[in-house]
């Protein structure tokens, strides 16, 4: 394993506060498996995101370089609606070695079209239907695009409210492929494990063919940054206790939701918090990754 503090960068980083890098030990190949591209080359479908500077791929490049992180995940956000090419494209410029995508579809797409964004490195299909507002598909969707991605083994990647989760249970255990839930499964705070979603999560996660994000954990807390989001550590720990072997982590960077930017930096340190085994942190950051995305293990 690689300590990145040895050739730390004060370069300022756009949508992310703070300069200095983290203090994890960051593992050779470590990926951030969620962010989002915003390049205007590509039209924007709707208004979508909090506060952003520009947040291209090259300024992506500066926050690898800050968190010592070399692999990548793109997620298509919901101000493209259905069209990927922002993260195809991004895809293209990091490198299918270092880079997978997941994109956005709606009913009509075509398998033509899936097998092109296949090629292309998307490696899951979104739903993120934890509000309705924005939202470029529904949930009388998920089904049957999930039927339809099996055979290319892509994953159904879902960024839901914990009240979803449990509106939808009976769906979500015939689902043919690998589900992905966002965010630590968008438990509410103060609620967190006391809510129902977390025992239908842990029945998912017992049939292996569920993963979880570390990532977003400003989303849910209640105590903000100013308390290290302390609130959700519970959550985070609970899910590494239960699945270490099926959680990936991820920055979220830019933060759309955010308008004050978070540290990535200390984000990805509270890692350290959660767990204290080295091993469990390689397994977050490299193994995983490589197994659900499809990277050179």
């Not at 293209?92 to 009509?108: F, K, P």
């Not at 839930?181 to 977390?198: F, K, N, T």
Request: overall charge negative; glycine content about 6%; proline content about 6%.
């Amino acid at each position: 394993m690689t300590h990145t503090n040895a050739a730390a960068t004060r370069t300022p980083v756009p949508n992310s506060a703070g300069t200095d890098s983290p203090s994890v030990l960051v593992p050779n190949n470590a990926c951030d498996a969620h962010l989002h591209i915003y390049d205007d080359r590509f039209p924007q479908a709707v208004a979508a995101a909090a506060g952003l500077e520009l947040a291209t791929v090259h300024q992506y490049r500066l926050l690898q370089k800050r968190l010592g992180t070399s692999r990548a995940v793109i997620v298509t956000p919901r101000s493209y609606g259905t069209d990927n090419r922002v993260t195809v494209d991004a895809i293209a410029q990091l490198g299918l070695n270092n880079a997978r995508g997941v994109a956005v579809l709606r009913s009509d797409a075509t398998d033509q079209s899936m097998d092109e964004l296949d090629r292309a490195g998307i490696r899951g299909l979104r739903f993120s239907l934890y509000t309705p507002k924005n939202a470029a598909a529904s949930f009388d969707m998920v089904e049957p695009l999930a039927n339809r991605i099996h055979r290319l083994g892509w994953h159904l990647q879902l960024h839901w409210t914990a009240d979803q989760f449990v509106e939808h249970a009976e769906m979500l255990k015939r689902l043919p492929c690998p589900l992905v839930l966002d965010h630590m499964g968008r438990l509410p705070q103060p609620l967190g494990l006391s809510h129902p979603a977390v025992k239908l999560i842990e029945q998912l996660l017992s049939n292996g063919n569920t993963w979880i994000k570390l990532s977003g954990a400003y989303l849910d807390s209640q105590v903000g940054e100013v308390n290290g989001f302390s609130d959700v550590d519970a959550v985070a720990r609970h899910w590494i206790a239960q699945a270490p072997d099926r959680l990936v982590w991820g920055s979220d960077w830019p933060h759309p939701t955010e308008t004050h930017k978070p540290d990535d930096a200390k984000m990805l340190d509270r890692l350290m918090r959660w767990t204290q085994h080295q091993d469990i942190i390689e397994k977050i950051l490299v193994h995983n990754p490589a197994q659900l995305y499809g990277f050179e293990r």
